[in-house]
């Protein structure tokens, strides 16, 4: 494409010094202050010119590594028919996040929030043989969710752009060499677009599947919590944690439970206090870890029926929502509400047992422990009657439950699930933005749209898929969260919506020729320009401060300098500045 000037005079754009009210996020404030976006209702965005460039730009750098591995661009609708949708289940597990819509005739359609139905379905209507495979397929397109918190500008909308592709295979090491071949182009994407990342361990989520990996921007912004290990190169969001389960326990020593009165006892700390001076174990004091503590919850499946459920974990964690559900996808969980309680007087609240709880109990509520609680495990826990509790209660020889979940948080200091023992690694965490997402989807919808070809032999075997996905709005601000300073964005080259922000810093028509003739010369030696060239009432001060805000890489100025002959040149990143006479501005900025 051929460069471009933008001049300011005439851009569709406006600045704001201030931020805007509903903005808590550095991207989000800049990108509305600098012109970029609009918000047109919660969650759904306008692009403005300098933002669609930028848009356009992350984009190219998505279709570029895309086209580099074989794969190839197609593009489906937006607006879905139910039916690929309900053979899936997805139009009911999908939940309220789906936009589902009707047309006049009354015929269920819906906004697609990621499309494996489709594209599953186009393969089998063009392909019948193993020949034909593997195929990858991808498209970049606006997607749909309504989201319970849109949130941040772009990072998190209810429309939003997607690059989601797609591959097919008839055999699992087929599948194997396609998600490797994605995982290498999203490196090499994910290293063009300028931003720090990192490759985690990911639950497969509502799509079903198997293995499975996220790339984050490491940020503290992300709304995901990751860990990584501080002596192997195990990296997982911590909805993938598996705990290390500790080997069962000899509890032979360990005396029968007994239930005793412990008045006073509010908190865990007090509670652990009492049980030192009264109740003392003979190896050890008793601490936090010690306790049981049994978490009430109710589960929200999509088809809107509710059901309870108990968790139990050691009393010094807290049960992480985001960690649960990531397990129960597409499941959503609350607290258990007063009304919920009310149904069941066997539950008496601060002081619940795992007596009255699970499928065989007097409750018949599922009960879940967390997987540290294995057997010969020695805890205290509530007595199910005001004011006491059960002392040395032991996992197994006391009480069962109907499982075991991943739902405790993870915590820095944890031992590595890979290679935690004595003197192996532990977890640190950090938050981040997912950016993209690569799984390993098997057959599933393969198995549920019938996607079958012919092997070899002759004979019809089920397709394996994989589905891949790249955040591309999300994108420019996660990239203008790493790339900003208190002065406005400050975009990599690659990204930035032009190449060059040349400013007419002064009055007099001469000044304003040199410049236009400027503007022309950098356009013909191929960079595109954004050129301030308003006149009257707009300062120079406030050319410079809109330069600084908007964030492209290089800032000319026209100014003082011309009688000398020379502009300077000045780096928006690192703020260097040199005087160039003007005769080789073009020579310097082309280089
Ligand atoms: P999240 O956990 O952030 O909701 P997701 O796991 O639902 O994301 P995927 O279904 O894997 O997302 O979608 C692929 C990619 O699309 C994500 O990695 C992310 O970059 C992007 N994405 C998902 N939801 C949104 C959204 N609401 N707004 C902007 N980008 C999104
Ligand atoms: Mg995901």
């Known amino acids: 494409m051929s460069a471009r000037i933008l001049r300011m005079s005439q851009l569709f754009a406006r600045t704001l010094r201030d931020d805007p009210a509903d903005a808590e996020v550095p991207s989000h404030k800049l990108l509305v202050r600098a012109g970029y976006v609009r918000r047109a209702a919660p969650g759904i965005y306008t692009w403005l010119p300098l933002g669609l460039r930028v848009l356009r ?11 580099a591995m074989g794969a190839q661009e197609l593009q489906f609708p937006a607006l879905l028919p139910r039916e690929p949708y309900e053979a899936s289940n997805r139009w009911t597990e999908y939940g309220d996040n789906l936009f589902r819509v009707q047309d006049r005739k009354g015929a269920d359609l819906l906004l697609g929030p990621t499309h494996e139905e489709m594209f599953t379905l186009a393969v089998k209507d063009l392909y019948s043989s193993y ?29 939003f752009v997607m690059k989601d592709s797609y591959s097919f295979d008839t055999t699992d090491e087929g599948l194997d060499k396609s998600y490797a071949a994605h995982r290498a182009a999203y490196i090499k994407t994910f290293d063009r677009l300028g931003f720090d990342y990192v490759i985690v361990k990911a639950t497969a989520g509502a799509m079903g599947g198997s293995k499975s990996e996220e790339f984050l921007a490491r940020s503290v912004v992300g709304e995901d ?12 969001n911590v909805e993938a944690v598996t705990v290390p389960v500790p080997p069962a326990l ?79 996808e597409p499941i959503e969980v609350e607290p258990m509400d007063e009304a919920e309680f009310a149904k069941h007087p066997e539950l008496v609240k ?24 294995v057997e010969g495990t020695r805890w205290v826990t509530g007595a199910d009657v005001d004011g006491r509790h059960v002392v040395d209660l032991v996992a197994g020889r006391d009480f069962t439950a109907d499982g075991t979940i991943e739902a405790a948080e993870v915590r820095d200091g944890d031992l590595c699930p890979n290679c935690g023992s004595d003197d192996g690694g532990t977890l640190s965490s950090a938050r981040g933005i997912e950016m993209g997402h690569i799984f390993q989807l098997g057959r599933k919808y393969a198995e549920a749209l019938d996607l079958k070809v012919l092997d070899e032999n002759g004979k019809l075997v089920t397709v394996t898929m994989g589905s891949y996905g790249i955040g591309v709005s999300r994108a420019v601000a996660a990239i203008a969260e790493d790339n900003h300073d208190e002065l406005g964005l400050c975009w990599p080259r690659e990204i930035a919506p032009a190449h060059v922000h040349l400013v007419a810093a002064g009055k007099g028509e001469e000044l304003f020729d040199a410049a236009d003739a400027l503007a022309d010369q950098l356009q013909a ?12 009432k707009v300062s120079p ?47 310097h900025l082309s280089a």
């Open 57 to 67: 730009n992350v984009e190219g750098i998505v279709r570029e590594e895309m086209d």
């Open 131 to 159: 020949k034909d495979l593997p195929v990858w397929l991808y498209q970049i397109q606006n997607k749909y969710r309504d989201e319970a918190r849109p949130r941040a500008g772009v990072l998190r909308g209810r429309e």
């Open 225 to 236: 919590t990751f860990v990584q290990c501080s002596s192997c190169g195990y990296a997982a």
């Open 250 to 328: 000899d509890h032979t020593h360990v005396p029968a439970a007994h239930a005793e009165a412990t008045p006073d006892t509010p908190t865990i700390e007090s509670l652990v206090d009492l049980l030192n001076a009264q109740f003392p174990r003979d190896d050890r004091a008793w601490d936090a870890g010690d306790t049981l503590k049994n978490v009430l919850l109710v589960l929200k499946h999509p088809d809107g029926t509710r059901e309870p459920l108990a968790i139990g974990l050691p009393g010094d964690r807290e049960v992480d929502q985001k960690r649960l559900e990531g397990q129960l």
């Open 350 to 373: 601060g002081y619940i047992g795992p007596g009255v709880l699970g499928e065989e109990s007097s409750s018949g509520i599922r009960y879940l422990l967390d997987p540290r609680i």
């Open 525 to 536: 030696a191929g960079l595109d320009v954004i050129y301030d060239d308003r006149r009257g």
């Open 541 to 587: 001060g406030v050319k410079f401060k809109d330069a600084e805000l908007m964030g492209v890489p290089t800032i000319v100025v026209v100014g003082k300098g011309l009688v000398d002959g020379v502009v300077e040149v000045k780096d928006r990143r690192t703020g260097d500045r040199a005087d160039v006479p003007l005769a080789d501005v073009v020579a």
